[in-house]
């Protein structure tokens, strides 16, 4: 079912959509293909960081639970070069690049409710050629799903008109102790590099073996590293069948395993993020 969570500074509504399969419930708004809540039961805390009041999600600047897009992460300097032609972004990060697909991506629209069962929703949004700089009309799908199992699934299917740049990415926090900190989490991935970047956490270009840095965490590492983490750990070449590429285990006794057909993941400890 579906109820009113809020408006934003324009008087939109904002309706909140939850699913329940007796093991799961999951909470969804349809601003910013939004990951509201999600709780396992017996288990009290809320698994993600987020807010009980609409407000926030507009005003706060860490895309909590969003769908980050119509490109996730960063396009440094604001430009992309599509087959020699030259197309200019929003530079909403630092002022000189984009990041998450500008400062009104897909992570800060109403979308719209085209399916809804009691075990799942699909939403629907629709970006025009230029929105944000970038060429090409873009029609996307968000469909989220409860399972028999105790899984949430996405799966994410855009269509575009023209060439263009698409990279659509789930963007919430996972917290599985309850704490207002990392400690007594340990994380997995299986990769065996990752993306170096820069201070302005561009990129270099390097392909890295994770061995011997901190970013090995091909066996389960505590949490949080002082170094800190905001890196793409790189799980293929190409694309692959469905599959599980990382776990992050609590002493809670909780264990949450991701799976995905992409070929890399973007791991972030939320360092910035205050509690």
């Given at each position: 079912m579906a109820d009113i969570f809020g408006q934003t500074r324009t008087g939109q509504p904002v309706r909140r959509t939850t699913l329940s399969n007796g093991t799961l419930t999951a909470s969804f708004l349809d601003y910013g293909g939004i990951l509201q809540d999600l709780r396992l039961t017996g288990h009290y805390p809320s698994l993600i960081l987020g807010f009980d009041n609409f407000t926030a999600y507009e005003t706060e600047r860490g895309y909590f639970g969003a769908?980050?897009?119509?490109?996730?992460?960063?396009?440094?300097?604001?430009?992309?070069?599509i087959d020699g032609d030259v197309f200019y972004l929003d530079r909403n990060f630092l002022g000189k690049h984009t990041l998450h697909g500008g400062h009104a991506g897909t992570g800060k629209q109403i979308w719209k409710i085209i399916e809804q069962r009691p075990d799942l929703?699909?939403?629907g949004l629709e970006l025009p050629a230029g929105?944000?700089?970038?060429?090409?009309?873009?029609?996307?799908?968000?469909?989220?799903?409860?399972?028999?199992?105790?899984?949430?699934?996405?799966?994410?299917?855009?269509?575009?008109?023209?060439?263009?740049?698409?990279?659509?990415?789930?963007?919430?926090?996972?917290n599985l102790t309850?704490?207002?900190?990392?400690?007594?989490?340990?994380l997995k991935i299986q990769a065996d590099h990752y993306l170096p970047v820069d201070d302005e956490q561009i990129p270099t270009g390097q392909?890295?073996?994770?061995?011997?840095?901190?970013?090995?965490?091909?066996?389960?590492?505590?949490?949080?590293?002082?170094?800190?983490?905001?890196h793409n750990f790189c799980l293929s070449d190409t694309r692959q069948p469905m599959r599980?590429?990382?776990?992050?285990?609590?002493?809670?006794?909780?264990?949450?395993?991701?799976?995905?057909?992409?070929?890399?993941?973007?791991?972030?400890?939320?360092?910035?993020?205050?509690t």
């Open positions: 769908t980050a897009g119509r490109y996730a992460n960063r396009i440094a300097g604001g430009e992309i070069d929703v699909i939403y929105h944000m700089g970038f060429p090409g009309k873009l029609q996307i799908e968000l469909e989220w799903q409860l399972t028999d199992t105790a899984s949430l699934r996405a799966e994410i299917r855009a269509h575009t008109d023209a060439p263009t740049f698409c990279n659509l990415a789930h963007h919430s926090y996972f309850g704490r207002s900190t990392l400690h007594g989490h340990q392909i890295a073996p994770v061995e011997p840095t901190d970013f090995d965490f091909r066996r389960y590492k505590a949490l949080p590293l002082q170094t800190g983490l905001d599980p590429v990382a776990w992050l285990s609590a002493d809670s006794h909780i264990t949450l395993e991701l799976r995905t057909t992409e070929p890399g993941v973007q791991i972030y400890d939320a360092k910035h993020v205050s």
